[in-house]
């Protein structure tokens, strides 16, 4: 199937510190889904974007979608604890409602 | 309102055995999917059901079936467990629009 690819695959940062994820697609996307799942647990959604060009903010995440919809990335301002996790993104298909899942970047933040 | 549930939470297997993994959905939708997770990767996609008596394979079906039982119902069954099945399995099920994602808490299985 069509990948998505997910860099960087870790990244260890010291709470306060910003972090960001990149989600790279080889042909152009309809939409752009991220999910944070938490150690152990299961994916939660967060966000769709559609739209070329497309900003969304949830508190300290800020979510791209790229004006030739073929990348995306998530950004979050001044790390907690409380980040933790793996972040990933996915595209919707069909109209079964399919995700494909990127790789995932796992997210650490130590005090 | 439970959303999504899963059981076992987690299973030991012996090659060669077989069990079903059960999925139930509270919340009227339509579709349920089944997806694994394997270390270091994304969830990829096992079968899928659209609606009430549908079901359809998704990227990586082969040594599962499913049933759909009813429209709360979703279950994945492993004929003859294999190693290269231990994964984490989840549940989901989309929300009527088809955007929002609701998944389970997840089955963790190894096979031995």
């Known amino acids: 199937g069509q990948q998505v690819m997910q860099i960087p695959q870790y990244q260890h940062v010291q709470e306060g510190e910003d972090f960001t994820t990149y989600c790279n697609s080889s042909?152009?996307?309809?939409?752009i889904q991220w999910y944070k799942q938490r150690p152990g647990g299961h994916p939660v959604f967060l966000i769709q974007?559609?739209?070329?060009?497309e900003v969304k903010k949830q508190k300290r995440l800020t979510f791209q979608f790229g004006e030739a919809k073929k990348n995306s990335s998530l950004h979050i301002t001044a790390t907690q604890t409380t980040d933790v996790g793996t972040y990933f993104c996915?595209?919707?298909?069909?109209?079964?409602?399919?995700?494909?899942f990127g790789t995932g970047t796992r997210l650490q933040v130590t005090l | 309102n439970a959303g999504v549930t899963q059981t076992p939470k987690f299973q030991v297997l012996k090659t060669g055995q077989s069990m079903t993994l059960q999925c139930a959905q509270d919340?009227?939708?339509?579709?349920m999917y089944w997806y694994r997770q394997d270390p270091g990767m994304g969830l990829r996609l096992i079968y899928y059901?659209?609606?009430?008596?549908?079901?359809d394979k998704g990227e990586v079906p082969n040594g599962y079936n499913v049933s759909r039982l009813n429209k709360r119902e979703f279950s994945l069954r492993l004929e003859s467990a294999a190693p290269s099945q231990t994964s984490v399995y989840f549940c989901?099920?989309?929300?009527?629009?088809?955007?929002?994602?609701?998944f389970g808490p997840g089955t963790r299985l190894t096979v031995l």
């Open positions: 996915a595209r919707l298909t069909g109209t079964a409602s399919k995700l494909t």
């Open positions: 042909t152009t996307l309809s939409n």
């Open positions: 974007l559609v739209k070329s060009g």
């Open positions: 919340m009227n939708h339509n579709s």
């Open positions: 059901s659209a609606s009430e008596g549908t079901t």
């Open positions: 989901a099920s989309p929300d009527r629009k088809g955007v929002t994602q609701y």
